[in-house]
């Protein structure tokens, strides 16, 4: 499955070479980090989208302290089709006293737009998630879900931009599977032109653990230009199972060069 999801990398990386850039407009990024909410609003069709970032994190049930770096890939190959990759490239944690470092874990998925809003009227889409590659990295409050269904909202009202997310998931210890509940829902507002202030709560339910989590996020981000846009933030959690804090940075690139048509 590895392999399979390393060709297919370097297939995308050989059409993006070749790729024609769009004659008319400019394409906008749509940034999906760094908050756990997702946007319900999906990437401009035929252009590949990068969200890159480094996260580090102290004081959680599973680790003492986790430093990562995660990368995920859209591409929307329809109006209200998108199809996702997500990966940690390397975890470096140390859990029980012993530090490791390992490849996390492998993700994909598609989200589909069920109805598109218009200002205050929200956008709504559905999108699943399956785990393709298990590194055995030590994971956060929400786990490493084998499955993930989401449903998905955003909208404008009145200056300020919401994301608003409902999770069913799948844990598993095995030989047992869990379902797992929650929610988040992120609030954004423009802070003069290119700087924008996002707020964020979000509850997990932790089966195992027979447990909850939730936590508290913000986040800047700086829009250097439509199709790239940078971020920073931290994360508190708010109950005995949370990852106590989480710092983050990174960015959204979205590559200026349609992978095919015009």
Known sequence: MRSAV???????????GTAQSQAQGEPEAN????????????TPVGYLQFESGFE?????????????FTEVVKLSVARRLELLAAAEPVAHFTADGITRNRVADIFLGAQGVL???????????????????????????FGSPLNSFLVLASADVKGFHYDANAFLTELEQEPVRRAQF??????SHPLGHRFTLSGEIWHFTQP???SNAAGNLWALSYTAGK??????GFDHGLTGTSTRWEAFAGFTYLVPHRLWGR
Request: hydrophobic residues 40%.
């Open 227 to 232: 199709d790239l846009v940078f971020d920073c």
């Open 208 to 210: 195992f653990l027979k």
């Open 56 to 68: 580090a994190a102290g004081h959680s049930p599973e680790f003492s302290s986790r430093y990562s």
């Open 115 to 141: 109805y598109q809003g218009e200002a205050a009227k929200p956008t709504l889409a559905v999108s699943y998630f399956h785990r393709v590659y298990d590194g055995g990295a030590p994971e956060f409050d």
């Open 6 to 16: 390393v060709l297919l990398l370097l297939i995308v990386s050989a059409q993006l």
């Open 31 to 42: 940034p999906g980090r760094p908050t756990v909410s997702t946007p319900a609003t999906l």
């Open 182 to 187: 929650g929610q988040s829902l992120t609030i």
